[in-house]
């Protein structure tokens, strides 16, 4: 439960967990009874079986479950998980008890009907006998729906089934107890053809017991598709540890992660998953983190360092500091993103919600326009009957309520997967329409970070003395052009060498004595104080450096200029790979900075980005995003900082990477969680294949009720068959959308 602030006053973000719905248009008459009540704004998805629901503040919870009751369902808020929890009984297996025992005793009574010659004397009333519990025990969940509903004085799909087998079998019974139908050894034979008939002697047992067979083998097989697609977030929220070895009064103590508290330290020995997120307070190791991001390289970590619940320790020991625990770890944030995005809707949901709203009660009206029409044209009662019991079965809406809500429990939950997640579904349709692609630099395109690039040592000067001298003296400055130098040089030359008499010279740099040395780091200017100016080589360097974007920074000892060290913050490895693959997909990128346009023409070079945008304030962004749309641009966002947040927001489509900034990552869309812009293109080429299922599933739904209706009515669709054409329309929108599961990134396949 949440609380925001709409124009209208707070509102509480409630969600519900649904019982009882057994179709879409379930979920759409609830819908309906909740956004009767003042103020309330309710979205009911019929696949995850919940409702998010938008309410005035202060509303009691218990109003909105009375409502729903009244609809004729079940709801109640979702209980908190517990370390110790049980595990949920599966769904499936009271549908599958029921269509097991179902389909021993109808495959007979089907078999029996359809092959006149085994037909044998009494088989008629062994086919009764068969029959009854399937059409009683076996339907007894599209029976009680149908009764709850026609309290409520409502229709759903469940009350099509309902009355089209009550019916087939009510027919039956008439014709063997009181009409000719009983008559030792009569014969039935298995006719598709409209022909003038009484009725008297017209058995439609295989109909009753053969579409309750079928039908329960469709809800099986979609409530197995349903756990299936929201596996990926059952998976999500089992990655963490379960279990922690906490620091207490200096001794190592196991507890379970729940207990955890912000801020206590824990031990995580090599093979461990680290417990929550935090920061290594001691130790170094290598982190795999691909079961959380999908990339496959570890990743080296040391004191200082961030690391991520549920990833793991695969080198040394370390003892992490907690800084996030429970719901506020990134863990639980993705597993809530996800989890979100599959309970909303998008607006192709949202159409076929409208549709299956209306769909019954107009093909109950249809139905019995049928068996008018046939009865008044003289066909006679069987026929007739046939035709209307046709249409009742062939036009439950399954595969249209099924279409959205599987393809999105399926592409949500493989973005996941793949470090991707999907804010929300409505997500979706911004990505089919952009075109524009606007790149912010730092921490997107490039590292984010310094780093040594260059090493210009004077004529006659050691290349590795010039780096071990400079990374030792500039170890113990905390600036971030040292850091980079340092890092750069203990990388290259090993540990650095202790130092004498440090010093900070503020705006130009550091000095002290290394191995009896005495060293100067810093600008040129420092050099100059010290009567040791940059010979010519070394000045042009610099310059060369300077006119890149980069930063150079002069070295001396012992009264002479050394050296001149280059650092930058790097294009990232993958990012010239990711851009090319934007464009790929149809989209111009555009580089988007702050800096000089130096550096920013320098950093899209390399990149192969043709448009910059430079020396932008951070207010400024907004603005770009506002006059590209304003030119008749869709554009898409990518960012992680602060100042990216209000563009990202702005933007048709915002992504920002998930090793940035918390405000950057609420603002967007899209969050890429391993902070690779080959990710974006993944998140770009997975959304709109997933829009594209959703489309391709509406389509065949549509096409399906539109092609088989007029055939029913017609009288050229035996109501059997009808029951597994409409099986088979769900079966085909839920494989179609577990095609999903398949979308592999880019990246994972060129380095298979």
Request: glycine content about 10%.
């Amino acid at each position: 439960m949440s609380t925001t602030t709409a124009g209208s006053g707070p509102v509480t973000d409630l969600e519900l967990a649904i019982g009882g719905m057994t179709c879409a248009s379930c979920a759409n008459r609830i819908e309906r009874k909740l956004n009767k009540l003042d103020g309330v704004t309710a979205s009911v998805n019929y696949a995850t079986e919940k409702a998010r629901v938008k309410a005035p503040e202060g509303v009691d919870p218990a109003e909105l479950v009375a409502a729903v009751e009244a609809a004729g369902y079940t709801a109640a808020l979702p209980r908190l998980e517990k370390p110790d929890q049980p595990a949920e009984a599966d769904p499936t297996l009271d549908l599958r008890r029921r269509l097991i025992a179902s389909a021993v005793p109808a495959v007979p009574v089907i078999v029996l009907a359809m092959v006149p010659a085994l037909q044998f004397t009494y088989w008629q009333w062994l086919s009764l006998t068969l029959a009854a519990p399937v059409v009683t025990w076996g339907a007894w969940p599209f029976h009680r729906a149908a009764l709850t509903n026609l309290r409520h004085g409502a229709a759903t799909m469940d009350t099509l089934v309902s009355l089209g087998v009550v019916a087939a079998f009510g027919w039956s019974l008439w014709a063997l107890f009181f009409g000719t139908a009983g008559t030792p050894g009569m014969v039935h034979p298995f006719e598709f053809t409209i022909a003038p008939s009484d009725g008297a002697a017209d058995l439609y047992l295989e109909v009753a017991a053969g579409v309750t067979t079928f039908i329960l083998a469709g809800r099986y097989f979609e409530a197995r598709a349903k756990r299936r697609a929201g596996s990926a977030l059952r998976a999500l929220l089992e990655l963490g540890a379960k279990e922690v070895a906490v620091l207490r009064g200096g001794a190592e103590v196991r507890i379970p992660t729940a207990e955890l508290a912000e801020g206590e330290q824990f031990v995580v020995r090599p093979g461990e998953k680290i417990a929550t997120d935090g920061v290594v307070e001691e130790g170094s190791s290598a982190v795999d983190a691909s079961m959380l991001t999908g990339e496959s390289v570890p990743v080296e970590v040391r004191g200082g360092d961030a690391v991520t619940g549920a990833t793991v320790n695969v080198g040394g020991r370390l003892v992490v500091r907690a800084t996030r625990v429970g719901a506020a770890t990134q863990l639980a944030q993705m597993a809530k993103l996800v989890e979100d995005a599959q309970s909303g809707k998008a607006d192709v949901q949202r159409l076929a919600d409208r549709v299956s709203g209306v769909f019954v009660p107009i093909v109950i009206g249809l139905a019995v326009a049928t068996l008018g029409f046939w009865l008044g044209s003289g066909v006679g009662t069987a026929a007739a009957f046939t035709a209307a019991v046709a249409v009742l079965i062939i036009a439950c809406p399954c595969a249209l309520g099924l279409a959205t809500p599987t393809a999105l429990l399926v592409g949500t939950g493989r973005g996941a997967q793949l470090g991707v997640l999907i804010k929300g579904p409505e997500v979706l349709e911004s990505t089919r329409r952009v075109d524009t692609v606007v790149l912010d630099k730092t921490g997107t395109v490039t590292e984010g970070r310094m780093t040594l690039t260059g090493v210009h040592p004077a004529a006659g000067v050691d290349e590795a003395e010039l780096l071990r001298l400079a990374g030792a003296l500039e170890h113990a400055s905390e600036h971030p052009i040292a850091t980079a130098i340092a890092r750069g040089a203990r990388e290259r030359t090993g540990a650095p060498a202790p130092v004498e008499d440090f010093a900070n010279v503020e705006g130009l740099g550091v000095q002290g004595v290394v191995d009896g040395h005495a060293v100067l780091v810093g600008r040129p200017a420092l050099l100059d104080d010290w009567c040791q100016p940059l010979p010519g080589e070394l000045a042009a360097a610099k310059a060369a450096a300077e006119h890149r974007g980069q930063t150079a920074v002069a070295v001396a000892w012992d009264g002479s200029a050394r050296g001149v060290l280059v650092v930058a913050d790097t294009v990232k490895a993958t990012s010239a790979e990711a851009i090319a693959r934007l464009r790929r997909l149809g989209l111009t990128p555009v580089l988007l900075t702050g800096d000089n346009t130096a550096v920013a023409r320098a950093v899209a070079e390399e990149a192969g980005i043709d448009e910059v945008i430079a020396e932008v304030l951070p207010a400024g962004k907004l603005d770009v995003i506002k006059r590209l749309q304003d030119d008749g641009k869709v554009v898409a966002m990518v960012g992680d900082g602060v100042n990216d947040a209000p563009a990202l927001a702005q933007a048709d489509l915002g992504l920002a990477m998930g090793t940035g900034t918390d405000a950057a990552i609420e603002a967007a869309d899209l969050t890429l969680v391993r902070g690779d812009l080959r990710s974006a293109a993944d998140a770009i080429g997975l959304s709109r294949r997933t829009l594209r299922t959703i489309k391709g599933n509406l389509f065949w739904a549509f096409a399906y009720n539109l092609a088989a209706l007029p055939l029913a009515a017609a009288g050229l669709l035996n109501p059997m068959l009808a029951g597994a054409a409409m099986a088979l329309s769900s079966a085909f929108v839920v494989a179609n959308s577990l095609r999903l599961r398949s979308f592999t990134s880019a990246a994972n396949r060129l380095r298979s």
